[in-house]
């Protein structure tokens, strides 16, 4: 698969805590960004931060928090990203939790699939 030129950047905000039964959001929406067929996601894990309740979380060793934030990022063509978003309404619904989504204009200069490995 090759995509260049303009796509969508969809950007997830949540936290290290928010979970769809045991397992963590975070897993549950890169394995459904995979099986729905989106080009990638990369999950990522603050070191500090705050969101609507205005707490701080840190990873500070004296004020450690169980509840990082966590930005997941998924590029890939606005026909694939928008259908995507009503499954991510769900599992916010199912995970009971808060959150942000955030989608912007991208320009695509390289993404071509490596070699398979393994």
């Known amino acids: ?17 928010d979970k769809v039964k045991h397992t963590p959001l ?5 394995n459904e960004a995979r099986s729905a067929g989106l080009a990638g996601a990369t999950v990522w894990r603050g070191l500090l931060g705050f969101g609507a309740t205005a707490r701080i979380r840190t990873t500070k060793l004296l004020d450690l928090s169980s509840d990082l934030p966590m930005v997941i990022e998924i590029v890939d063509e606005e026909s694939k990203i928008n259908p995507f978003i009503s499954k991510l309404n769900e599992l916010f619904e199912q995970a009971e939790c808060g959150g942000l989504m955030t989608m912007e204009k991208v320009e695509i200069i390289r993404y071509l699939h490596g070699p398979q490995r393994g």
């Open 26 to 30: 975070h897993e549950v929406i890169v």
């Open 1 to 17: 698969m090759e995509i260049v030129g303009e796509a969508k950047l969809l950007r997830i905000f949540i936290g290290e805590s």
